[in-house]
């Protein structure tokens, strides 16, 4: 019997960058990575700014994992987790100002 060696499979880049502020796009969940918190403990409600502190990579999803500092945890999430925090968001108050 002949196998094929499977060819590796380029990592997809990064959408987002290290310092990059993002918002979170649903309430993220402790899916037991956190063992300080409760199992499904909210760890960032969803429109929460934070901010890109790492980024890895989930090989078996061939996808980006970001490490983002929100105010209360840093979270691992996907790119469809997040969007892009407009310029101008003031941290404090997650308001644009006028």
Known sequence: MSTTPQLPIEARSAVYAWGQRVIALDDLVNDGSHPGCAPD????ARGSVGEVVNIGHATELNEPVYLVQF?????GCLEVEL?????GLLPETDEVPA
């Open 71 to 75: 105010a209360d945890a840093v979270v």
């Open 41 to 44: 403990a909210l760890l960032a």
């Open 83 to 87: 969007a892009p925090a407009p310029a």
